[in-house]
């Protein structure tokens, strides 16, 4: 079992920037990537971006340039840094680990971008 915490959510204006973060402990071994995905109120949840063990990352088209995924592999931590946000990156975020044939979740964390 891999145990997914996030942190870092709230409230900001448009333009502003948060950090997430997305501490994972318990079996961690053979973890295949680490990823950030959001969901808005009525809507699906959507990939953010990802990151592989090898350090390949993959952006979603609408935050490209403006979101950026990294990890502290002593921290077992990921964080995803946002900046330029706008009043759509309003959702909760999510974190989730693929290890294997199983995904894990985090229990998520809301953030608001005020107009």
């Known amino acids: 079992q891999v145990q997914l915490v996030e942190s870092g959510g709230g409230l900001v204006q448009a333009g502003g920037s948060l950090r997430l973060s997305c501490a994972a402990s318990?079996?961690?071994?053979?973890?295949?990537?680490m990823g950030w995905y959001r969901q808005a109120p009525g809507k699906q949840r959507d990939r953010v971006a990802t990151l592989t063990t090898a350090g390949s990352t993959n952006y979603a088209g609408s935050v490209k340039g403006r979101f950026t995924i990294s990890r502290d592999n002593a921290k077992n931590t990921v964080y995803l840094q946002m900046n330029s946000l706008k009043p759509e990156d309003t959702a909760v975020y999510y974190c989730a680990a693929d290890q294997d044939w199983r995904r894990y979740w985090g229990q998520g964390t809301q953030v608001t971008v005020s107009s």
């Open positions: 318990g079996s961690i071994f053979n973890i295949n990537a």
